[in-house]
């Protein structure tokens, strides 16, 4: 590709990114991408991307693959497939993102996604493969008496996990005042996300009585 054209493909995809956090994903015009990267012909991001869907897939890729290589890294590094290891191998290369403009961008998008998240296990062909694996090991060891129950206490984490993270990354950008450092923020959460997969379920018996006694 000629660098022209690189350049342009690259300022494309971080005006798109930008204005896709700030936003929001749907509520952006193809035409307000190409104004913000500065291009006078208004089928730039046509011809590099085919559609804003496809920008979108763009952004996602660059982000989503050095940071399952890290999440892989992580994960050997820690040798430990319990709850809280496999937790802490999730999310630190998420929280890193935090330090850069970029990457606090891409938190924020990807929070945008949510009514994708229950797509992971149908379709593993679309999530990258450490995060496919670690997801497998959290459904497994999840404390709910059937698949069902457990497959929620994983979509409800990655919710949990993708809002705080899409909120640190805006209250970042917007200079708001933090309440913890980002390594005690990062330790936190790795502990309500390990509250969210290892929390006793209830029995329906129980439920029952509760429900009775309203």
């Excluded at 193809?30 to 990267?37: F, G, M, P, R, S």
């Excluded at 945008?112 to 090991?137: C, G, K």
């Excluded at 913890?180 to 509250?195: E, K, Q, R």
Aim: charged fraction near 25%; glycine fraction near 6%; aromatic fraction near 6%.
């Amino acid at each position: 590709m000629p660098r022209d054209a690189t350049e342009t493909r690259a300022r494309l995809i971080a005006e798109a990114e930008r204005l896709f956090a700030e936003q929001g994903i749907w509520r952006v015009r193809v035409q307000d991408i190409v104004t913000a990267a500065g291009q006078k012909n208004s089928s730039a991001l046509s011809y590099h991307f085919g559609s804003r869907s496809g920008v979108l897939d763009a952004i996602l890729r660059e982000h989503g693959e050095p940071i399952d290589q890290d999440r892989g890294e992580v994960w050997t590094s820690l040798d430990d497939d319990h709850t809280p290891a496999l937790i802490e191998a999730l999310i630190q290369p998420l929280t890193w993102r935090l330090s850069t403009a970029s990457g606090r961008c891409y938190l924020r998008i990807v929070a945008q996604l949510s009514a994708e998240f229950s797509r992971w296990d149908f379709d593993p062909t679309h999530v990258p493969a450490n995060l496919n694996a670690i997801l497998r090991l959290l459904r497994d060891q999840a404390a709910a008496p059937d698949k069902s129950q457990r497959d929620e206490r994983v979509l409800g984490m990655i919710q949990l996990m993708t809002a705080s993270l899409a909120e640190r990354a805006r209250r970042i950008e917007a200079g708001d005042p933090l309440a913890t450092h980002n390594d005690v923020y990062a330790a936190n959460l790795v502990d309500m996300l390990t509250g969210v997969i290892e929390a006793p379920a209830r029995s329906a018996t129980t439920t029952a009585h509760q429900r009775a006694g309203r």
